[in-house]
Each structure stands twice: as structure tokens, then as C-alpha cells.
């Protein structure tokens, strides 16, 4: 069976960006290429300058990409919109998305994200007669902030009219003046239009019928696109039922996130309890309520290891191991016992609970979103409160206390799916999503 031509949109893409959407699509890429299909990748390139108009396509450098696969990079940064609406339906992305369409032919158009793209890809591969598909990261199909957190760190269960208007009213009732002041760097009137979007939504007064009509504008045409895809997915049942909820009535394929095994684990070392904590320490990462919960432990009781871009004192067992290429990342996990994700936010499913499962790592994760999915609870994992730091401190005390329970839960971890079957399954989604009805 001849392979398939894929065009897949990333609105991020390695080195340009690394977290765990750019990550899942480096890889799916990767293994596309790997099996035999060709793969075009366009994602938004996002740095300033360089002499080039906004929506400018650029050809990847030599070696940016996988092996095999096409990377072309367009340039458009979210300060380039000029009103709300350029958010979710800017047309000015038709134009290069149409000669990329005709310069490589695929058979498919695929959407890892629509920040930036929008229903864009979606009325223009309708007007072509192009099959395309989506992928459900998170939520930015509902929400405008994309993680269903509001401006004062308030974690939402869904869209609703008054808190998503009220919530997104600066940006849905603003007009071209203030995509002006957004772009204007670090000026007065830029850093005002940031403190509008920071003040609590309770604190906000009722939104106009013009927000009202905007935000009802873009929820038809985000779910009016999904409707419309040949094939929707996403990574846990979580986000899909959060979608249906909301109102997209069609089918979601679950199709799980997956890694491969980067390097032998070896023995471990001698020592007490090794807690790990990867990624970006956001506010809703969890950091903070770990770091009080083990510094609320006693002294060599066990270590918890931070790696990637945070920093702080190295006391109380506590150690900064700061960033890391991805290359590492199955070394740096084989030297904890225990993964943690304490997220607040609901969130879909982490690649780095994949990479820890791939490294033969337990997980340790908050009860929000997809996270329960990924562990049986007292099986290959736990599952804790979120914001609970009471709970996460109990549970971590009693793990120290008995390490021969936490080496023979990690017997009994299996390894997550690979990255060429992740492929395999897609290209079965698609072929039956093209087949003739």
C-alpha cells in the first residue's frame, strides 16, 4: 500500500519550541517519515525581525527536522493580530497555506494545534476538497486562554457564557487600537492592556452584548470546524468528554501519547527516596505545593530532583538540575524512583508521564484532568488531591517509609506506546477516514 503525503500544522516546532504538543509532533513526524510516508511540518516561527513580513514562508535549514520530513516555518506572532477575531479566523493565513497546499499536494491536512491557525486550515482544505484532521492537546478549541484557567489563576470545568465573557471581555470587546497597544513591546499602554487581562473575572463588570456575540461567534466556528474534520482525536477520555460536553457532537478517537525507551535504566543507586519533577514550573505545574510538602518532611528522609527551567536553594534534599535537551531525559529519569506531576489545571495527558513511563519510572500525579487515566492507583502509581499539599505530604512520607513497596510497584509499570505505533495507529484513523463511504 503506497504511503500516505501528510501536511501537518504545528502552531510551535522544534528548536523553536519545545514543550509537550512540539514534542508530540517531532515525534509523530519522525516515525511517519520512518514508515514511509512523506510529511510536510508548517508551524508558526514566532521571532521577531529577520527583514521579513508577517506570513513570510521560510524553508527550514538543513537539519532542522527529522530525518526525512519537510519542515517549512511561517512567520506570524500573536502580536500580529490586529483584533479578537484574528485569534481564531484570521484570513491572512490563506493565502501561504494555499501555496504550501500546492507546492507539496498532500492528502491530508492535519492540525496539532490551532493557536494561531485557527479554522483557517479547515475552510480552506473544505474549499479544496481536503481531507483534514485535529488533534485535542488541550482546550484552546473552547477556551481562549487554551487551559481553561482564568486570568487570576482560577481553574474553570468547562465554558460557560458568564465566566468566559467575563474572563475573555478585554480581548473579545477590544478593537484594532488594542491589538496596536499589544504589539507596542514594553511601553505604558502595552503593560496597561496586560493588567486588564490579570483582574479577577469576579471582579469584572457584566460583559456588553458586542463581547456576548463575539464569544458565541467564535465557539460556533471553532466546534463548526471540528464538526467538519475528517478526523478528531485527542489524547485522554478526559479532554474528549470536556468537548462533548461542550457541545461537539461527533466522535474522538483516544489515541494515547507515546515514547520510546532512550537508554537502559542500570542499577540504582543506594539512597532514600528519589522524587522527580520535569518541565516547566509554571504556577499550575504543582511545583510549589511540592516543594512544601517534601521541605515539610524530615531531613534525608528523601530527594526530590527539579529538572528543567526553575531555580532555587539546594537544601533540605531538595536539588536544582535546571534544563535539559530531550536527549536526556530517560538518563535523568533512571535516577529517581517517582515522577511527579501535581498540576492544578485539568491537565490532557503529559508527555513527560509518557517519557516516564518509557524510562520505567512510577507516576505520582494530582487528581485533575487526564493524570488518573495514566496510573492505577497503588498499582504503577498514585493519585493525590490536587492542591492538597497535606495529602501529598502523607503520601510521600509513607512511600520513604517502605521502599520495597515503591521497587515492587515499579516491577509492575509497563511501558507506554511506542512512538512508531502511535504512527501506525494515525495512518489507520486517516486511511479509514479517507476510505469512499
Same mark, same amino acid.
Not at 461527533?250 to 539512597?271: I, K, T
Not at 510538602?293 to 528523601?302: E, F, H, I
Not at 534534599?317 to 535537551?325: C, K, L, M, S, V
Not at 538518563?331 to 506531576?341: C, E, H, Q, S
Given at each position: 500500500?503506497? =504511503?500516505?503525503?501528510?501536511l501537518?500544522?504545528?502552531?510551535?516546532?522544534?528548536?523553536?519550541?519545545?514543550?509537550?504538543?512540539?514534542?508530540?509532533?517531532?515525534?509523530?513526524?519522525?516515525?511517519?517519515?520512518?514508515?514511509g510516508? *512523506?510529511?510536510?511540518?508548517?508551524?508558526?516561527?514566532?521571532?521577531?525581525?529577520? @527583514?521579513?513580513?508577517?506570513?513570510?514562508?521560510?524553508?527550514?535549514?538543513?537539519?532542522?527536522?527529522?530525518p526525512g520530513?519537510?519542515?517549512?516555518?511561517?512567520?506570524?506572532?500573536?502580536?500580529?493580530?490586529?483584533?479578537?477575531?484574528?485569534?481564531?479566523?484570521?484570513?491572512?493565513?490563506?493565502?501561504?497555506?494555499?501555496?504550501?497546499?500546492?507546492?507539496?499536494?498532500?492528502?491530508?491536512?492535519?492540525?496539532?494545534?490551532?493557536?494561531?491557525?485557527?479554522?483557517?486550515?479547515?475552510?480552506?482544505?473544505?474549499?479544496?476538497?481536503?481531507?483534514?484532521?485535529?488533534?485535542?492537546?488541550?482546550?484552546?478549541?473552547?477556551?481562549?486562554?487554551?487551559?481553561?484557567?482564568?486570568?487570576?489563576?482560577?481553574?474553570?470545568?468547562?465554558?460557560?457564557?458568564?465566566?468566559?465573557?467575563r474572563?475573555?471581555?478585554?480581548?473579545?470587546?477590544?478593537?484594532?487600537?488594542?491589538?496596536?497597544?499589544?504589539?507596542?513591546?514594553?511601553t505604558?499602554?502595552?503593560?496597561?492592556?496586560?493588567?486588564?487581562?490579570?483582574?479577577?473575572?469576579?471582579?469584572r463588570?457584566?460583559p456588553?452584548a458586542?463581547?456576548?456575540?463575539?464569544?458565541?461567534?467564535?465557539?460556533?466556528?471553532?466546534? =463548526?470546524?471540528?464538526?467538519?474534520?475528517?478526523?478528531?482525536? *485527542?489524547?485522554?477520555?478526559?479532554?474528549?468528554?470536556?468537548?462533548h460536553?461542550?457541545?461537539?457532537?461527533?466522535?474522538?478517537?483516544?489515541?494515547?501519547?507515546?515514547?520510546?525507551?532512550?537508554?537502559?535504566?542500570?542499577?540504582?543507586?543506594?539512597?532514600?527516596?528519589?522524587?522527580?519533577?520535569?518541565?516547566?514550573?509554571?504556577?499550575?505545574?504543582?511545583?510549589?505545593?511540592?516543594?512544601r510538602?517534601?521541605?515539610?518532611? @524530615?531531613?534525608?528522609?528523601?530527594?526530590l530532583?527539579?529538572?528543567?527551567?526553575?531555580?532555587?536553594?539546594?537544601?533540605? @534534599?531538595?536539588?536544582?538540575? =535546571?534544563?535539559?535537551?530531550?536527549?536526556?531525559?530517560?538518563?535523568?529519569?533512571?535516577?529517581?524512583?517517582?515522577?511527579?506531576?501535581?498540576?492544578?489545571?485539568h491537565?490532557?495527558?503529559?508527555?513527560?508521564?509518557?517519557?516516564?513511563?518509557?524510562?520505567?519510572?512510577?507516576?505520582?500525579?494530582?487528581?485533575?484532568?487526564?493524570?488518573?487515566?495514566?496510573?492505577?492507583?497503588?498499582?504503577?502509581?498514585?493519585?493525590?488531591?490536587?492542591?492538597?499539599?497535606?495529602?501529598?505530604?502523607?503520601r510521600?512520607?509513607?512511600l520513604?517509609?517502605?521502599?520495597? *513497596?515503591?521497587?515492587?510497584?515499579?516491577?509492575?509499570?509497563?511501558?507506554?506506546?511506542?512512538?512508531?505505533?502511535?504512527?501506525?495507529?494515525?495512518?489507520?484513523?486517516?486511511?479509514?477516514?479517507?476510505?469512499?463511504?
Open positions: 500500500m503506497s =504511503g500516505l503525503r501528510i501537518l500544522l504545528a502552531h510551535r516546532f522544534p528548536p523553536l519550541g519545545t514543550g509537550g504538543v512540539e514534542t508530540w509532533a517531532w515525534d509523530l513526524s519522525a516515525a511517519l517519515s520512518r514508515a510516508h *512523506a510529511v510536510c511540518v508548517l508551524a508558526r516561527d514566532e521571532r521577531p525581525g529577520g @527583514g521579513l513580513p508577517p506570513f513570510s514562508l521560510v524553508d527550514g535549514a538543513e537539519g532542522e527536522g527529522p520530513v519537510t519542515v517549512r516555518w511561517l512567520r506570524h506572532r500573536h502580536a500580529d493580530g490586529r483584533a479578537a477575531r484574528d485569534a481564531w479566523a484570521d484570513h491572512r493565513f490563506t493565502a501561504p497555506l494555499e501555496r504550501v497546499v500546492g507546492g507539496w499536494g498532500p492528502d491530508l491536512v492535519h492540525v496539532a494545534h490551532p493557536d494561531g491557525w485557527g479554522v483557517t486550515p479547515f475552510r480552506l482544505a473544505e474549499r479544496l476538497g481536503l481531507p483534514v484532521g485535529a488533534t485535542l492537546h488541550d482546550y484552546k478549541w473552547l477556551c481562549g486562554r487554551g487551559q481553561m484557567i482564568q486570568a487570576d489563576g482560577t481553574v474553570c470545568d468547562g465554558p460557560l457564557e458568564e465566566a468566559c465573557t474572563c475573555l471581555a478585554d480581548q473579545l470587546g477590544a478593537g484594532p487600537l488594542r491589538g496596536v497597544m499589544r504589539r507596542l513591546g514594553g505604558p499602554l502595552a503593560q496597561l492592556a496586560r493588567r486588564r487581562d490579570l483582574k479577577p473575572v469576579s471582579d463588570r457584566d456588553s458586542r463581547v456576548r456575540g463575539r464569544w458565541h461567534q467564535r465557539q460556533r466556528a471553532m466546534l =463548526g470546524a471540528l464538526r467538519s474534520a475528517a478526523l478528531v482525536t *485527542a489524547p485522554s477520555q478526559f479532554v474528549a468528554d470536556v468537548h460536553r461542550a457541545g461537539l457532537d461527533r466522535p474522538v478517537q483516544v489515541q494515547r501519547n507515546g515514547a520510546d525507551s532512550r537508554g537502559a535504566q542500570g542499577e540504582r543507586a543506594p539512597g532514600p527516596l528519589r522524587i522527580g519533577f520535569f518541565g516547566t514550573a509554571v504556577p499550575t505545574k504543582g511545583l510549589d505545593l511540592l516543594l510538602a517534601v521541605r515539610s518532611l @524530615g531531613p534525608g528522609l528523601l530527594e530532583q527539579v529538572h528543567g527551567p526553575a531555580s532555587g536553594p539546594n537544601d533540605s @534534599g531538595i536539588a536544582f538540575h =535546571g534544563p535539559y535537551p530531550r536527549a536526556e531525559v530517560g538518563a535523568r529519569m533512571a535516577a529517581v524512583d517517582v515522577v511527579a506531576l501535581p498540576s492544578s489545571w491537565e490532557n495527558a503529559p508527555m513527560v508521564a509518557a517519557e516516564a513511563r518509557a524510562a520505567g519510572r512510577l507516576l505520582l500525579v494530582s487528581d485533575r484532568g487526564g493524570l488518573p487515566e495514566l496510573v492505577g492507583h497503588g498499582v504503577d502509581g498514585w493519585v493525590e488531591p490536587a492542591g492538597d499539599a497535606a495529602a501529598w505530604r502523607a510521600l512520607d509513607a520513604a517509609g517502605d521502599l520495597d *513497596a515503591v521497587h515492587a510497584a515499579t516491577a509492575r509499570v509497563q511501558p507506554p506506546p511506542s512512538s512508531d505505533s502511535v504512527a501506525a495507529a494515525f495512518v489507520e484513523a486517516w486511511r479509514e477516514a479517507l476510505a469512499p463511504q
